[in-house]
């Protein structure tokens, strides 16, 4: 597609319940990253997949959180017995080489009752 | 990992004065994005710098890296409510990673 797109772009969750957000990165962008950013605040890095490599997995907050990339596209983020402290804006960004930077999606507002 | 620290945090301005967002760090850096985020949208890139002492300029935005390159600026003339935003700059965050570490990003207010 033209950008990336991610999907729910709005999710309401109760405590300990789990969840999965989508990412559909540009095609042909071998890059794939996720963050997160608290009201407010910074993006903080969670993971990144560069092609068939192993993702980087050391942004990732707890054991809580696992996410995936088939076929070297679309990404599934999931964050299993959700807390409330998880509420956040998830971005998904992809990149065709670093020199031209991050394209990022609208992200997925995660509210966590 | 790479950390840079941005200053200020936080910038009013009325419609029409100059703005500056600074982005320092500790190690030389090998490269420097900026990104802009909107109110309620999600960070754009804006632009690369990699050379010691560039300078890029968009409109009115002029962006520059240090001699040093260990750090960068983002000067904003004459600015407009358009411009309102968080203006965060970004570092990869080990040699040849392509992984990035934003700054916490400096929020701009325009008074019109």
């Known amino acids: 597609g033209a950008g990336v797109s991610q999907s729910p772009s709005n999710k309401v969750t109760e405590k300990g319940k789990d969840v999965e957000l989508r990412c559909d990165p540009i095609?042909?962008?071998?890059?794939l990253y996720w963050y997160r950013q608290s009201l407010g605040q910074g993006l903080e890095f969670l993971i990144y997949?560069?092609?068939?490599?192993?993702?980087?997995k050391s942004g990732l907050p707890s054991d809580r959180f696992s996410a995936e990339r088939t076929g070297g596209s679309v990404s599934t983020l999931t964050i299993q017995r959700t807390q409330q402290e998880d509420s956040a804006v998830y971005l998904c960004?992809?990149?065709?080489?670093?020199?031209?930077?991050?394209?990022f999606g609208s992200g997925t507002r995660l509210t966590v009752v | 990992g790479q950390q840079v620290m941005q200053i200020p945090q936080y910038q009013h301005v009325q419609e029409g004065e100059d703005f500056t967002t600074y982005c320092n760090s500790s190690?030389?850096?090998?490269?420097i994005q900026w990104y802009k985020q909107r109110p309620g949208g999600h960070p754009v890139f804006l632009i690369q710098?990699?050379?010691?002492?560039e300078v890029k300029k968009q409109k009115r935005l002029t962006f520059q890296f240090g001699e040093a390159k260990k750090n960068s600026s983002l000067h904003i003339t004459a600015t407009q409510t358009t411009d309102v935003g968080t203006y965060f700059c970004?570092?990869?965050?080990?040699?040849?990673?392509?992984?990035?570490?934003f700054g916490k990003g400096t929020k701009l207010s325009v008074i019109p």
């Open positions: 960004a992809s990149s065709r080489g670093l020199v031209y930077g991050y394209t």
């Open positions: 095609s042909g962008h071998t890059a």
């Open positions: 997949f560069q092609g068939n490599s192993a993702p980087d």
């Open positions: 190690t030389t850096l090998s490269n």
């Open positions: 710098l990699v050379k010691s002492g």
């Open positions: 970004a570092v990869q965050s080990g040699a040849g990673s392509y992984q990035l570490t």
